[in-house]
């Protein structure tokens, strides 16, 4: 029986020394993926943000569209009433100087009809003062003729009169005319750059949409993004709280069977047991406190070591590592991996560094990924994976250069050595 209370009480510290490793490990996912859960809500919270400004911009531009429409409307009401007024006016005026060419046609007449008159008049006194005597007939015939020629100048003056009249009534309607079809010009002129203004507020309006639109499918992916450490959150807390349970029902064994020992003995491997427990409780305590300081000062190393292969052969870099200020978003933006672009398709994605793999799945919105572990607690993330080799399964060992998988275009690379982050352009080697 002392054998095997001594046997219990050896088992007992190793059960609870090796579980808390693991605990720790679960604390290390947790508090991970919360800091990560917190920087996606920020995220989430500025480009909200940001909708909502481009929204208002967007409603902004369509109020002055539609008032630039109306504009163009009451501007083409005014054109067609001027455009009206004018063929009135032009109307007006073919009657008139249809008016003015007859009045001075019957003019040409009478001056012409006053001109023989006044011919014959001449003709009859010279005739009459070459005779010696007048007759009373050729003195009344002369009166007549004075009178007539009275009448015609009297007759003419008034036709000249009633012509000056409708020719300056003529000039006074066609300056009206050039006046009414110098605004019609200009009108037309503000009505096609009203037009040309709105073309372009609708250019805007829709480049102003693609941009909220893509804003929108940024939203989206963080979403899908945060719903996906969520559920990891979950899963892990949910394993974090079966494997303490675990652990207790392995405590409360141990402890009913040091009950069949003596008195003696049962008190003293109680003591033995609450000892390390309570110690060991402490131990959690502070390396949970450990790893939530750690994962709140997360920062980046300097590689120091040498260069190794690139995961491709032939790549550009599409987005570098580090914080930057993204042009669009206007948004500080911290990326803890780097995007390469590949220059073929279907492409060999290659392990850089020996390890083991860890992690090798399907993963919501970054596809397929494979996380190796390397020595110093060095791991390598590569997502964005289209396939992922057969052979490539957790606690798989994998050799520098072996293929994990292909890509058709894009490659992301992550590096990370005890909770901080390395630039992996300062691991991989150039492109051929």
Same mark, same amino acid.
């Given at each position: 029986m002392r054998f095997v209370s001594v046997l219990w009480c050896a088992i007992l510290p190793v059960c609870l020394v090796g579980a808390p490793k693991k605990l720790e490990d679960i604390e290390k996912d947790i508090h991970t993926n919360k800091q990560k859960l917190e920087e996606k809500?920020?995220?989430?919270?500025k480009i909200s943000s940001r909708l909502s400004s481009l929204g208002n911009t967007i409603n902004a531009r369509k109020k002055q569209i539609s008032s630039l429409r109306a504009q163009i409307v009451f501007l083409q009401k005014s054109i067609s009433q001027n455009q009206s007024q004018s063929q009135s006016q032009e109307k007006k005026l073919g009657s008139l100087r249809?008016? /003015? &060419?007859a009045l001075e046609s019957e003019k040409s007449a009478i001056q012409a009809y006053i001109a023989n008159i006044i011919i014959k008049d001449l003709s009859f006194s010279l005739v009459l003062d070459k005779q010696s005597a007048v007759s009373p007939d050729d003195v009344m015939?002369?009166?007549?003729?004075?009178?007539?020629?009275?009448q015609s100048q009297s007759k003419i003056l008034a036709l000249s009169d009633k012509q000056k009249k409708?020719?300056?009534q003529i000039g006074l309607i066609t300056h009206n005319i050039?006046?009414?079809t110098t605004l019609i010009g200009t009108q037309q002129n503000k009505k096609e750059q009203l037009q040309k203004m709105i073309n372009e507020q609708n250019l805007l309006n829709?480049? /102003? &949409?693609?941009e909220l639109n893509d804003y929108n499918q940024k939203l989206i992916q963080i979403t899908k993004e945060r719903e996906g450490l969520d559920s990891i959150l979950q899963n892990l807390n949910i394993i974090?709280?079966?494997?303490?349970?675990?652990?207790?029902?392995?405590?409360q064994a141990l402890l009913a069977a040091q009950k069949a020992q003596k008195e003696k003995e049962e008190r003293q491997a109680k003591e033995n047991a609450a000892a390390p427990t309570q110690q060991q409780s402490q131990k959690d305590n502070l390396n949970i406190v450990q790893v939530a300081n750690s994962y709140k000062n997360v920062s980046v190393i300097k590689y120091t070591g040498a260069k190794t292969i690139a995961p491709l052969e032939y790549y550009t870099i599409e987005q570098n590592f580090g914080p930057y200020f993204d042009p669009v978003y206007n948004l500080k933006v911290f990326n803890e991996s780097i995007t390469l672009l590949s220059k073929v398709p279907n492409?060999?994605?290659y392990n850089i560094l020996d390890g083991k793999v860890v992690y090798a799945k399907e993963a919501p919105v970054l596809k397929k990924v494979v996380i190796v572990e390397h020595s110093n607690e060095t791991y390598t993330i590569y997502s964005q994976l289209d396939k992922i080799a057969p052979t490539v399964k957790p606690g798989f060992v994998v050799k520098k250069g072996y293929t994990i998988g292909r890509v058709s275009q894009r490659l992301g690379l992550e590096i990370t050595q005890k909770d901080k982050h390395i630039d992996p352009i300062e691991v991989i080697a150039k492109s051929k």
């Open positions: 809500a920020k995220e989430e919270r249809a008016t /003015l &060419q015939l002369e009166e007549a003729f004075d009178l007539l020629t009275k409708i020719t300056d050039n006046e009414i829709d480049k /102003l &949409q693609a974090k709280a079966d494997r303490q349970k675990e652990l207790e029902r392995q405590r492409a060999v994605v």
